[in-house]
């Protein structure tokens, strides 16, 4: 498992959640559950794409922001957020395993976690 590739194409994957819930469809599908839970769900990714560039500086996987907008833009924009969650969900997943063959158990800890979160993200959007 290349670490680099699988730590851009989660953070690809947050950058593209972000974009999507910008779009309209997202924000229709959130103003039934509150209009505070949309500008929470892209804070908190926002602070996830945050957390997983720190930690992969610590790693000297030396990611980019263009590179994450680029493999952010290979996604197509398609109005399916709860799948995307999904999407991050695993992604999440992989990189909880190389955390955890890094040696690093706070970080697979938080990422499983993070992993199980939107997975229910995904179901409470799909009602």
């Given at each position: ?15 593209h ?23 929470m769900a892209?804070?908190?990714l ?15 996987l ?31 997943r ?7 063959q ?26």
């Open positions: 498992m290349d670490p680099r590739g699988e730590w851009l194409r989660l953070l690809g994957l947050l950058e959640m972000i974009q999507e819930s910008e779009r309209p469809v997202a924000q229709k599908l959130f103003r039934g559950l509150g209009v505070r839970r949309l500008r892209q804070r908190q926002r602070r996830e794409r945050q957390a997983l560039l720190v930690a992969g500086a610590r790693w000297n030396a990611i980019e922001p263009d590179d994450v907008f680029q493999s952010s833009r290979a996604l197509a924009l398609c109005d399916d957020l709860a799948q995307d969650y999904l999407a991050v969900a695993e992604a999440y992989r990189a909880a395993s190389i955390a955890e890094r040696g690093d158990p706070t970080l697979m800890r938080w990422m499983a976690l993070r992993a199980r979160m939107h997975i229910e993200h995904s179901r409470f959007l799909q009602g």
